[in-house]
């Protein structure tokens, strides 16, 4: 399975307005750079939101301090669709739907 973050860099940060998530939602485009805080403090996670086609609809970072805290904000994202949290090359989880 081919990696999301194949679509290249992230950027055009907006924040999220649902104040569980606490990230940025991205747009994806460029030159496949890793992008990140500054300051390092946080661990910066990606959850990525698919159709049922499974075409990748939007793109968040998470600035959280744990793989555990990155999943519960990327379970708020899979309201109508799947989401994949990643850890940059590694896919941390994946959440179906809520109904």
Not at 9 to 18: H, I, K, Q
Not at 79 to 93: K, N, S
Request: proline share 4%.
């Amino acid at each position: 399975m081919a990696s999301p973050l194949s679509f290249g860099r992230v950027g055009s940060e907006y924040s999220v307005s649902n104040p569980h998530i606490k990230g940025q939602r991205l747009s994806s485009a460029g030159s496949g750079e890793r992008t990140g805080n500054l300051l390092g403090i946080d661990e910066v996670f990606l959850a990525f939101v698919f159709t049922e086609e499974g075409t990748v609809i939007d793109l968040y970072q998470l600035d959280c301090e744990t793989a555990d805290e990155a999943k519960a904000r990327a379970r708020q994202l899979a309201e109508d669709a799947v989401v994949e949290l990643w850890d940059w090359p590694v896919r941390i989880a994946r959440f179906a739907p809520i109904k």
